[in-house]
């Protein structure tokens, strides 16, 4: 198997669930990212990975909880979701952030979440 | 601070009509821009990439060039099919602030036979 990989590609849940996404990737990358898309909303950056060490939290509740246990795994961990969480989440996966050359982010198919 | 803008949609052609979607950037550095591909029910596909002024990149019979007086990577293709209704995404991503990747909101297309 290639490439980027997420796993549930759909799940419903309560706003009381706890639930967890999980990302795996294929090519060998030091850096992972999750996204979130909404409709008219452009791409929202969640949070970075780098070589498994945390780089970025852009103001993201505390309701949602990464995890990089090593370079090719990334998992969101959700709890007590609210209605306007819903939304795709994607994964993406990169070289790694310590070369300093620009880099082409693979996406992988991401998870479409309902909160109801 | 760094932002992109994308013209908005949808857009539906006619097959082998010509495509243009617009984008223009700002950076406050040396960015390399991008354009992605979402097809149904999938994530984002890198459909081509410039990484300095002048550069053109090119794919499946698409093409964008890197203006940097107009700061602009508008994507173009001269024919386009059915099977490239999508919805595309421009992007930059500036060394300066760490690599991190800034998407337009989309523009979806359509193409009817």
């Known amino acids: 198997e290639t490439g980027v990989t997420q796993t549930p590609r759909h799940l419903v849940m309560g706003m009381t669930n706890k639930k967890s996404l999980k990302c795996e990737q294929h090519?060998?990358?030091?850096?992972m990212y999750w996204y979130k898309q909404s409709a008219k909303k452009p791409l929202e950056l969640m949070f970075v990975?780098?070589?498994?060490?945390?780089?970025e939290n852009n103001s993201v509740p505390s309701r949602f909880s990464p995890e990089c246990p090593n370079s090719s795994h990334l998992f969101l961990h959700l709890h007590t979701l609210q209605p306007e969480d819903s939304a795709l989440y994607l994964c993406?996966?990169?070289?790694?952030?310590?070369?300093?050359?620009?880099?082409?982010?693979?996406f992988g198919p991401g998870t479409r979440l309902l909160v109801l | 601070g760094n932002s992109v803008t994308q013209m908005e949609g949808p857009v539906t052609l006619s097959e082998e009509a010509f495509l243009t979607i617009n984008c223009t950037y700002t950076?406050?550095?040396?960015?390399?821009l991008f354009w992605y591909v979402q097809y149904p029910g999938e994530g984002l596909q890198l459909l081509l990439k410039a990484t300095k002024a002048d550069d053109k990149g090119s794919n499946k019979g698409f093409e964008a060039t890197y203006r940097k007086e107009t700061t602009s990577f508008h994507l173009e293709k001269g024919s386009v099919q059915v099977s490239d209704s999508a919805v595309y995404f421009c992007?930059?991503?500036?060394?300066?602030?760490?690599?991190?990747?800034?998407f337009g909101t989309g523009t979806s297309l359509t193409v009817i036979p």
């Open positions: 993406a996966s990169s070289q790694g952030l310590a070369g300093g050359a620009q880099e082409t982010q693979y």
């Open positions: 950076a406050t550095g040396y960015p390399s």
């Open positions: 090519l060998g990358h030091n850096a």
């Open positions: 990975y780098n070589f498994k060490e945390q780089t």
């Open positions: 992007a930059l991503s500036d060394r300066n602030t760490g690599n991190q990747f800034y």
